[in-house]
């Protein structure tokens, strides 16, 4: 939840650019395989080079997703680490 706004927002899209908010209970793989199945049907492609993960909330959960790469401790794999060249 965002302070200050009624209802929860979980995805915002604009043109080729998409932004998703997850709290600490949401699981990324899920998302994953949901997103996975629509990119699919719509022929979009996902550029996870482009992929940026902005973590907001307690510093201890904070610590947490750097340290484990997840989202949520029950997540299948760990989000994809970017190589620079």
């Not at 939840?1 to 080729?16: H, R, V």
């Amino acid at each position: 939840m965002i302070p200050g706004i009624e209802n929860a927002i979980k995805i915002t899209l604009f043109a080729d650019d998409m932004n998703l908010f997850l709290s600490k209970d949401d699981r990324m793989d899920y998302i994953q395989r949901t997103l996975d199945k629509w990119w699919k049907v719509s022929g979009a492609r996902f550029n996870i080079e482009k992929m940026e993960i902005i973590l907001l909330g307690k510093k201890s959960h904070r610590r947490t997703v750097v340290a484990t790469r997840k989202i949520s401790p029950q997540d299948d794999n760990p989000l994809i680490s970017k190589t620079t060249t």
